[in-house]
């Protein structure tokens, strides 16, 4: 083996180091504004990958300004602040290029799109390349979508859109998942199949971050939280550490 070689597999040895030693997900300082309202505020957060993230916090806190702001959508706008995902500079990108760096948004009025069917809405995120699942195993997962396959996504019930926006998003290759109000105005039943796929997911190492109103159901199945008050982070940790501090959930959550 010849010097180059062996400086060529120290450097590749020191940079596979490095990518394992930073955070998976690292959000650093980030503020945003709508137009002149200030409403992200100086946001820091880490994750590793593969863990589930919950974004808490009472209604106009941030949370749902912050996935945007993460997702690289023009509103509300970045000013400042740096945003990494798997050593990908989010920050200096648009929407489509975080999507094809493997950022993937579900928005809370799910974006059926309407006059196609089940099969069209999900074949058509993989138009652009950055393929993830199949279409067939989209359907093992959320056998309901497989039976109305033919039916238009938008006439779906509001939990069977949920997973056909779910299923859709992972039609991509994703490497972060971002939910807004994923159970929002859904039955028990629906809730708990749309958790089980989310756990499935984890095992497969996607990184998932969940606003959700229902904080409950959202700690019992993330590993962290953090919580928002008036654009900031007011706290930061494990899940667990706020499903037990009761004082906390009520000064913040009302729970």
Avoid: C
Wanted: glycine fraction near 8%.
């Amino acid at each position: 083996m010849n010097a180059m070689t062996t400086e060529s597999n120290m450097m590749s040895d020191a940079q596979a180091k490095q990518k394992e030693a930073r955070p998976f997900l690292s959000v650093k300082d980030v503020h945003a504004y709508y137009g002149e309202s200030y409403i992200v505020q100086g946001v820091s957060l880490e994750l590793p990958k593969g863990e589930i993230l919950a974004l808490l916090g009472r209604n106009g806190a941030g949370k749902t300004s912050t996935l945007r702001t993460l997702a690289r959508v023009d509103d509300p706008q970045l000013t400042q602040g740096e945003i990494w995902l798997d050593g990908e500079p989010l920050h200096q990108m648009r929407a489509h290029q975080a999507a094809q760096s493997g950022l993937q948004l579900v928005p809370e009025d799910r974006r059926i799109i309407q006059g196609l069917t089940v099969e069209e809405n999900l074949t058509l995120a993989q138009v652009a390349p950055g393929h993830g699942w199949t279409v067939e195993q989209v359907y093992e997962r959320f056998p309901r979508l497989a039976e109305r396959r033919n039916q238009e996504g938008v006439t779906l019930s509001g939990g069977e859109q949920q997973m056909l926006a779910i299923g859709r998003a992972l039609m991509r290759d994703v490497k972060l998942l971002l939910l807004d109000e994923p159970y929002e105005g859904l039955a028990p039943v629906i809730v708990q199949e749309i958790e089980k796929i989310l756990l499935e997911i984890k095992k497969l190492g996607i990184t998932t971050i969940i606003v959700e109103q229902n904080a409950v159901a959202a700690l019992k199945l993330a590993d962290k939280a953090v919580i928002f008050d008036t654009g900031m982070v007011v706290f930061s940790g494990s899940a667990k550490e706020v499903l037990d501090n009761e004082q906390l959930r009520h000064e913040y959550l009302a729970i």
